[in-house]
């Protein structure tokens, strides 16, 4: 439990630490650049972190669930197939610009697709010493090192827009971003160096833990970016990035949270056991209630403020983004509910039953978003979005009941909390929900 709340502090501290960078970056670059920019760089992000998960071999969860996670042979190996992932995403990045800029009707998408594949072809060098301080949760250096070379990639995103005055600003920082993350780790994680190497039996086990982790994360790229990819045709390039600034304000405690549970759950599981008798199980009961209560506040409070935060951060341009908030911090608190206990399944090596869920997910994620999408528009959309957290739930509880987690009482009481907070936060925002959903409509 020591280790679980250093750990979790770490990370609340550099996810924190992250989007306050990030955060303090948008408000610069909306000011230097234009609201088509991030309509643009939005696509060119789906597209990126699409072929990223697309193609996960689960070489993080492998490492931090299997026996062999410390062995150097078995590492070396996960790191050999990283840095062929990562050349054969960034030739992938670059067959697939000319497609994607007929399908979305955007001729620069020819120009910035492979000049962002080259991030994907740095990451794959990263030293697996990553994974390691992941899988013992010695998360501080790390941490501090992630915020480091954050702060180099948005120095390096506002030195040029100044310059430039165009997206590809965005797109090279986040090259050089990508750069100052492979540098700073190689030289300062503690650790040996990885080197190239091929075992088959370590390649044996990666390739049957991954193969479910590689179709699970593809579709949860379908469940996480596929709003956007949707949008992106339903969409101009301006509303988009509109769009884009009220997803990445309203999204934060939901994606804080996640990196919470993926970091601390695992490992916690892997270690206990998901049954450890009566004192295990309140010790689970009090991590699994303190971190969803944690990040369902965070959420009402981005929905209970989300015009006026929007009003105050950026310029009128972006107006309509303070109603998407509050509707998409609304919708996303169904998803808050379950959001600990499909590590169980991973920490269990069960990464076919993870599969499954991950495919129904995709499939309610997706039918849900283009079914509001089609039929109200934008608003239907992210309706469509809440409503496939409600429909998928069960397909969860299935998962955690597999693997003796599931808590009745957990679930009830912020389910019951979620619409009262959900609730609220509409009726005091409905004002500026209407107001956007005219201009839309519009």
């Given at each position: 439990?020591a280790?679980?709340?250093?750990?979790?502090?770490?990370?609340?501290?550099?996810?924190?630490?992250?989007?306050?960078?990030r955060?303090?970056?948008?408000?610069?670059?909306t000011?230097?650049?234009?609201?088509?920019?991030?309509?643009?760089?939005a696509?060119?992000t789906v597209?990126?972190?699409?072929?990223?998960?697309f193609?996960?071999?689960g070489?993080?969860p492998?490492?931090?669930?299997?026996?062999?996670g410390?062995?150097?042979a078995f590492?070396?190996?996960?790191?050999?197939?990283?840095?062929?992932?990562?050349?054969a995403?960034?030739?992938?990045?670059?067959?697939?610009?000319?497609?994607v800029?007929?399908f979305?009707?955007?001729?620069?998408?020819?120009t910035?697709?492979?000049?962002?594949?080259?991030?994907?072809?740095?990451?794959?060098?990263n030293?697996?010493?990553?994974?390691?301080?992941?899988?013992?949760l010695?998360?501080?250096?790390l941490?501090?090192l992630?915020?480091?070379?954050?702060?180099?990639?948005?120095?390096?995103m506002?030195?040029l827009?100044?310059?430039?005055?165009?997206?590809?600003a965005?797109?090279?920082?986040?090259?050089?971003?990508?750069?100052?993350?492979?540098?700073l780790?190689?030289?300062?994680?503690?650790?040996?160096a990885?080197?190239?190497?091929?075992?088959?039996?370590a390649?044996r086990?990666?390739?049957?833990?991954?193969?479910?982790?590689f179709?699970?994360t593809?579709?949860?790229f379908?469940?996480?970016?596929?709003?956007r990819?949707?949008?992106g045709k339903?969409?101009t390039?301006?509303?988009?990035g509109?769009?884009?600034?009220?997803?990445?304000?309203a999204s934060?405690?939901?994606l804080?949270?996640?990196a919470?549970?993926?970091?601390?759950?695992?490992?916690?599981?892997?270690e206990?056991?998901?049954?450890t008798?009566d004192?295990?199980?309140?010790?689970?009961?009090?991590?699994?209630?303190g971190l969803?209560?944690?990040?369902?506040?965070?959420?009402?409070?981005?929905?209970?403020?989300?015009?006026?935060?929007?009003?105050?951060?950026?310029?009128?341009r972006?107006?309509?983004?303070?109603?998407?908030?509050?509707?998409?911090?609304?919708?996303?608190?169904?998803?808050?509910?379950?959001?600990s206990?499909?590590?169980a399944?991973?920490?269990?090596?069960?990464?076919?039953r993870f599969?499954?869920?991950?495919?129904?997910r995709a499939?309610?994620?997706?039918?849900?978003?283009?079914?509001?999408?089609?039929?109200?528009?934008?608003m239907?959309?992210?309706?469509g979005?809440?409503v496939?957290?409600?429909?998928v739930?069960?397909?969860?509880?299935w998962?955690?009941?597999?693997?003796?987690?599931?808590?009745?009482?957990?679930?009830?009481?912020?389910?019951?909390?979620?619409?009262?907070?959900?609730?609220?936060?509409?009726?005091?925002?409905?004002?500026?929900?209407i107001?956007?959903?005219?201009?839309?409509t519009?």
């Amino acid at each position: 439990m020591a280790r679980v709340a250093r750990s979790s502090s770490f990370i609340i501290l550099g996810y924190g630490g992250s989007q306050a960078m990030r955060l303090a970056a948008n408000l610069i670059l909306t000011r230097l650049l234009f609201p088509e920019a991030f309509g643009l760089m939005a696509l060119i992000t789906v597209v990126t972190v699409g072929l990223a998960m697309f193609s996960d071999v689960g070489i993080g969860p492998s490492i931090a669930q299997s026996r062999r996670g410390d062995d150097q042979a078995f590492l070396d190996t996960a790191w050999t197939v990283q840095v062929m992932r990562g050349f054969a995403l960034w030739a992938v990045a670059c067959l697939a610009a000319y497609p994607v800029a007929q399908f979305y009707g955007d001729a620069a998408l020819m120009t910035y697709l492979p000049l962002a594949g080259a991030a994907l072809a740095v990451a794959g060098f990263n030293p697996t010493r990553i994974e390691t301080a992941h899988r013992h949760l010695l998360m501080g250096r790390l941490t501090l090192l992630d915020l480091a070379a954050q702060a180099l990639g948005i120095a390096s995103m506002i030195a040029l827009a100044m310059v430039l005055q165009s997206v590809a600003a965005l797109v090279i920082g986040g090259v050089l971003q990508a750069l100052a993350k492979l540098v700073l780790t190689h030289l300062f994680l503690p650790g040996p160096a990885n080197r190239f190497h091929w075992e088959r039996a370590a390649l044996r086990e990666l390739v049957g833990f991954g193969k479910w982790i590689f179709l699970s994360t593809a579709l949860w790229f379908v469940a996480s970016q596929g709003d956007r990819a949707i949008l992106g045709k339903f969409l101009t390039l301006e509303w988009l990035g509109v769009y884009n600034i009220g997803y990445f304000l309203a999204s934060f405690p939901m994606l804080l949270g996640s990196a919470v549970s993926g970091r601390i759950f695992l490992p916690v599981y892997r270690e206990t056991g998901a049954a450890t008798g009566d004192a295990g199980s309140r010790k689970l009961r009090v991590l699994r209630f303190g971190l969803t209560g944690a990040v369902l506040v965070l959420l009402a409070v981005m929905a209970l403020a989300g015009p006026a935060l929007v009003g105050v951060l950026y310029d009128a341009r972006y107006a309509a983004a303070g109603a998407m908030v509050v509707l998409i911090a609304c919708m996303l608190m169904p998803q808050v509910i379950g959001l600990s206990y499909d590590q169980a399944a991973l920490a269990a090596g069960d990464s076919w039953r993870f599969f499954i869920f991950c495919a129904l997910r995709a499939v309610a994620q997706v039918s849900c978003l283009l079914v509001g999408a089609v039929q109200y528009g934008l608003m239907g959309a992210i309706l469509g979005m809440g409503v496939a957290g409600v429909i998928v739930h069960p397909a969860l509880v299935w998962l955690a009941r597999r693997h003796r987690v599931w808590d009745p009482l957990h679930d009830g009481v912020y389910a019951a909390l979620a619409l009262v907070f959900g609730g609220g936060a509409v009726w005091l925002n409905w004002a500026a929900v209407i107001a956007m959903a005219e201009i839309v409509t519009g």
